[in-house]
């Protein structure tokens, strides 16, 4: 049995394929980003979920891709978590931009990138990935990304600097208290995660002038130190994965026309074209 899997930091994607690769389930966990979440969490997020633990014994291959698992360091925590589950099976763990890469371009030259809970982006020559910088993550980095907007929503209101409407609807939606906002960030696992919560209330004012304007803002920010550095034309295929990229793609298309760039396609969800992807590519 094979196990392939797309994780991100807040959710992991798990498709489960027979020996003739017809799939037998698929199942969604917590995200097992080994950067940000403890060795014993990310195995009770595993063995947690019944589906993954009843056919433990019966993997031989897992093919899997997540956030957080761009070092060396960070792929060997999570693997010798999966060894001590998995304990039959090889384990091929990659970052989640290669997922992005597979499930979109494929094996075709593009530029690739990724507007999830983090983000990130690659140039994707056909055979290897081109970096601009190592991702260092929610504190640094990850501009455009659900975490990245949680932290501008949560300074705007606190320096007062929402529209009252928009203040009084994000006041109702969650607990604003200053120390339990300070015990998740700082007290609790995967504050990444926590911060890209905040990000979800966009969706719901995504027509307002407040919401676009920051939207657009950190959609300039990303262009600007992760697609234009790699200095490509409009003829460049740009793909783009995610849901901060899928529900603003109005947006994120106009600031990719500025940048005299054309976005080929924005892919929401990347599990099923990455299963394809395995089928024809992967023995």
């Not at 091929?92 to 494929?106: F, K, P, R």
């Not at 890209?196 to 920051?214: G, L, P, Q, V």
Request: glycine residues 6%.
């Amino acid at each position: 049995m094979i196990l392939i899997a797309d994780g991100g930091s807040t959710k992991a994607d798990w498709i489960a394929l027979d020996s003739d690769k017809n799939e037998t389930f698929r199942v969604r966990t917590l995200g097992l980003n080994p950067a940000v979440v403890p060795e014993d969490e990310l195995k009770n997020r595993i063995v947690n979920m019944f589906q993954l633990i009843n056919i433990k014994d019966q993997v031989d291959e897992i093919h899997f891709y997540g956030a957080g698992c761009g070092t060396p360091q960070a792929v060997d925590i999570l693997k010798k978590v999966m060894k001590t589950i998995f304990e039959n099976a090889s384990i091929n763990i990659a970052e989640d931009m290669l997922a992005a890469v597979y499930a979109s371009s494929g094996n075709n030259p593009a530029i690739v990138c990724i507007l999830g809970t983090g983000s990130n982006s690659c140039y994707y020559n056909g055979n290897d990935m081109e970096m601009l910088a190592a991702s260092l993550g929610y504190t640094i980095m990850d501009e455009a990304s659900g975490n990245y907007f949680g932290k501008k929503l949560l300074r705007d209101f606190y320096y007062d600097k929402m529209p009252k409407k928009i203040s009084k609807a994000f006041e109702k939606e969650y607990n604003l208290d200053a120390d339990f906002i300070k015990y998740n960030l700082y007290r609790q696992p995967n504050p990444n995660m926590y911060l890209a919560s905040f990000a979800k209330f966009m969706f719901d004012f995504k027509d307002e002038k407040y919401i676009r304007k920051i939207i657009k803002k950190g959609f300039e920010e990303f262009f600007k130190y992760r697609v234009i550095p790699y200095n490509k034309d409009f003829n460049t295929p740009v793909y783009f994965i995610g849901s901060i990229a899928y529900y603003f793609r109005e947006i994120l298309e106009k600031v990719a026309t500025k940048n005299n760039l054309s976005i080929t396609d924005i892919i929401q969800r990347p599990i099923d074209n990455l299963l394809s992807y395995h089928k024809e590519n992967i023995n």
